[in-house]
């Protein structure tokens, strides 16, 4: 079986493999990548990660979008760009939970999104990656978008991290309060500053941090929509709201990375910038089909830079398949932090990032539909072959003739399971399943072989999925037609769709 699940099935093994593997981490990743490259110093590095909300896989210029971005393109140029990056989910909360633990969302019974009513967050016995390296001796700041529960518990603050500032959740929700620590110091945010907020508080952090390992997490509040930049960047990118507010993101990290180099610590920081998931109805999501909330790779496939003078070899572009799950293994290997007592759904990519590899082991990735917990399979990716199981009733196209998207939605398991090659078809336009029998039995298997692994209300959910196929009349890629549904007698249904 893959090491993917090897990593769920087999947690102590893997704990005490990466364990020992962490002691020498610093030492083997501040060699020189380069003869000529002076090496890093022997520290562990600070590590700055930087989250934005609903920025697209094509919005940045090094992405090949029009904005001007160049401080993430000088980033780029100066580390390391992922071209097949995905997040675990394509929603707000789920995404982030499993950036920062490592692990699905569908393991820790996150929401899609908490809104001001929610009454809980992510699971409690979750370790969050400020927990894993305050094992370390790492001091540690979340600045931004919370969105992982509000109630005090739940907080930034009792969640790992010393210190907060920031919201409780997205900017389409009202009120906003505006967070220090687990006290509202704002009863509404002025949404317009919050990116020039956020970065000044990041600034401060680095310039107050300087001497010790440090753990910085700016999530930021934009793209989403509405989006806006501060009265500075008003009309900035002559592209609206949206642009302005992506440019503005750039700038920011400008000021960052400028306060980085400031304090000399250019060869001491790895730094990781990207985004929760697709873009929702404004943004670019790049060559590809769906949008944010869609298992569609629009709707996950997520930019992915990373930065480290000294290891990570400057202009370096990887091809090879990427995961937020991965952020939490990579950085306990590279710091040598204590890991998560949780098994991890990750895989390092340390030496995937420094380029002593050009590919990973990795086993097959779930994609669950946005449900209330996650817990619904849409889809099952490994290596460039995704197989969709299921799709969920409603309208894709306006001229479906199924009707009825103003009506609840239901997941039906799909009686002819959809198989795209995402590296000949990235826009996933082109079912190949009828040319590859043996590959949808293979991944069908290692759906068999993950779900075990999951909480009960996922299995419950996926029997359930199972004893609920949809019509056989469903075309590839459209909204899956309920199993009693009658075509109109205009509809030819040719005899292998019937089957």
């Not at 590809?288 to 930065?307: M, Y």
């Not at 099952?380 to 309208?395: C, D, I, Y």
């Amino acid at each position: 079986m893959s090491s993917n699940v090897t990593s769920v099935t087999s947690g102590i093994d893997r704990r005490t493999f990466v364990k020992a593997a962490a002691a020498s981490a610093v030492v083997s990743l501040s060699g020189p990548v380069r003869a000529s490259e002076p090496a890093p110093s022997r520290r562990p590095p600070n590590v700055i990660l930087m989250i934005c909300d609903d920025l697209g896989s094509g919005d940045l210029h090094c992405y090949g979008s029009s904005l001007k971005t160049p401080n993430l393109d000088k980033m780029a140029s100066e580390g390391a760009r992922f071209t097949h990056f995905n997040t675990a989910h394509p929603i707000c909360s789920a995404s982030r939970a499993a950036l920062l633990t490592g692990r699905y969302a569908s393991r820790s019974h996150t929401q899609g999104a908490y809104g001001p009513s929610a009454k809980d967050g992510m699971d409690l016995d979750e370790k969050t990656l400020a927990d894993i390296l305050g094992t370390a001796g790492y001091k540690s700041m979340a600045i931004g978008k919370w969105h992982l529960g509000y109630p005090p518990p739940y907080l930034p603050a009792n969640r790992g991290f010393d210190s907060y500032c920031g919201v409780p959740w997205s900017v389409d929700m009202a009120p906003l309060p505006l967070l220090r620590g687990t006290t509202v110091v704002e009863a509404n945010a002025d949404r317009e500053m919050l990116t020039p907020l956020y970065t000044e508080e990041a600034v401060k952090f680095i310039d107050e941090s300087a001497a010790a390992p440090f753990f910085l997490y700016v999530a930021y509040s934009y793209p989403h929509d509405p989006p806006t930049g501060s009265p500075r960047f008003r009309g900035h990118s002559g592209l609206g709201r949206q642009g302005d507010a992506i440019e503005e993101i750039d700038w920011s990290v400008g000021e960052i990375l400028d306060a980085v180099r400031r304090n000399g610590l250019d060869r001491d920081t790895l730094i990781f910038f990207t985004s929760d998931h697709g873009p929702w109805f404004q943004g670019c999501p790049g060559p590809r089909r769906g949008r944010k909330s869609t298992g569609f790779e629009g709707g996950v496939r997520i930019p992915f830079l990373a930065r480290w003078t000294g290891a990570i070899p400057a202009g370096r572009v990887i091809d090879e398949w990427g995961s937020n799950l991965d952020v939490v293994p990579t950085v306990t290997s590279i710091c040598g932090a204590k890991c998560s007592p949780n098994p991890l759904d990750g895989v390092d990519i340390s030496e995937l990032l420094t380029g002593r590899k050009d590919h990973v082991e990795r086993g097959a990735l779930l994609y669950f539909a946005v449900s209330f917990d996650q817990q619904i399979l849409e889809c099952v990716r490994k290596g460039n072959w995704k197989l969709r199981v299921s799709q969920r009733t409603g309208e894709i196209y306006i001229n479906d003739w199924l009707g009825g998207s103003c009506q609840p939605t239901r997941h039906f398991l799909l009686p002819h399971p959809e198989l795209y090659n995402l590296e000949l078809d990235p826009a996933e336009s082109y079912d190949a399943a009828v040319d590859y029998p043996e590959k949808i039995k293979e991944l069908e298997s290692e759906i068999e072989a993950l779900i075990p692994t999951f909480p009960e209300n996922v299995q419950m959910a996926y029997a359930k999925l199972k004893s609920n196929p949809g019509s056989p009349y469903t075309p590839a890629a459209a909204a899956t037609r309920p199993a009693d549904l009658v075509a109109p007698e205009w509809i030819y249904i040719p005899p292998w769709r019937r089957g």
